[in-house]
């Protein structure tokens, strides 16, 4: 490699291999919500905080929601497509994190190299090129199966879902 090639950075991104990791992780969302008792559904680990339901709904929409935000989508537009995707029965929330997943692989996938570089602003102004905005929803999207998965287990309920393979 010459001098000159070393100073410059190579833009190669594989969104395959973070699709995949985030393909695992939805599987084992969607296999811990179909072992979750309904009595746990309405549980709160704390007061103010999400429900077990509330939050399966939130990890389910993460996918598609995280990538409007990526794409600039205002605070507005943000509250108006939570309002338009209240979910309540296992059935929907299953079907959303496989819709929501859907989308973002599809559109993820057709990113040329300008958009994998070109950076965009959240509605609270934390500002990333396209591939870190990847990276931020999957690191998301664990953090919410995480906190879940610890929650059910301090309710007792025995979760037989490996987090990673």
């Not at 995280?66 to 497509?81: F, K, N, P, R, T």
């Not at 496989?98 to 989308?103: A, I, L, M, S």
């Not at 610890?150 to 987090?163: D, Q, R």
Request: hydrophobic share 35%; charged share 25%; net charge negative.
């Amino acid at each position: 490699m010459t001098e000159k090639n070393k100073s410059q950075p190579k833009y190669i991104y594989d969104c395959h291999s973070v699709l995949n990791q985030l393909r695992i992780a939805v599987h084992s969302a969607k296999e811990m919500l179909k072992q979750t008792p309904e009595n746990t559904m309405d549980w709160k680990p704390a007061e103010g905080k999400r429900s077990i339901r509330e939050m399966f709904v939130h990890l389910s929409l993460l996918c598609e929601a995280d990538l409007l935000i990526s794409q600039e989508a205002a605070l507005e537009h943000m509250q108006e497509y939570y309002k338009q995707h209240q979910l309540f029965y296992k059935d929907e929330i299953l079907a959303s994190f496989d819709r929501t997943f859907e989308c973002l692989s599809i559109k993820i996938s057709a990113y040329n190299e300008d958009d994998w570089k070109r950076e965009t602003t959240s509605y609270w102004d934390v500002c990333y090129p396209g591939y870190e905005w990847l990276l931020e929803i999957l690191g998301h999207f664990y953090h919410h199966r995480g906190q879940l998965h610890a929650f059910l287990t301090i309710k007792g309920c025995h979760i037989n879902v490996s987090l990673f393979q």
